[in-house]
């Protein structure tokens, strides 16, 4: 089971680190990604890191902003969010999958529906 946390209130402009962390199990085989929904919106993939060697992707709505990075000594896949702004308010999930190919489709393509696990999600509100 996967835990998303690091939510939160943040000022436009601010600074936010969610965490995605595995309780039970280990995330260091898996590839995990991170996807936000707004209210009234659909769910969409923000970015995606590969179990082992580096490999990233992120979507160009957050590029530069956003980063994704993992410890897996800590069990622990992050998503580094910079200069927030208004429209990044949502629900931020983390999810997994053993698949690469499966969390680009996700993440690029928005076919979550073959994602293995998810977290419960985190509140993020930028407002001032």
């Known amino acids: 089971q996967l835990q998303a946390s690091g939510g939160g209130l943040v000022q436009p402009g601010g600074s936010l680190r969610l965490s995605c962390a595995a309780s039970g199990g280990t995330l260091d085989a898996l590839h995990v990604g991170w996807f936000r929904q707004a209210p009234g919106k659909e769910r969409e993939g923000l970015s995606c890191i590969h179990s082992s060697d580096g490999s990233t992707y992120i979507v160009d709505a957050v590029k530069g902003r956003f980063t994704i990075f993992r410890d897996n000594a800590k069990n622990t896949v992050y998503l580094q969010m910079n200069s927030l702004r208004p429209d990044d308010t949502a629900v931020y999930y983390c999810?997994?999958?053993?698949?690469?190919?499966?969390?680009?489709?996700?993440?690029?393509?928005?076919?979550?529906?073959?994602?293995?696990?998810w977290g419960q999600g985190t509140q993020v509100t930028v407002s001032s």
């Open positions: 999810a997994a999958t053993g698949w690469w190919g499966t969390i680009l489709a996700a993440v690029g393509r928005g076919r979550i529906g073959e994602l293995d696990y």
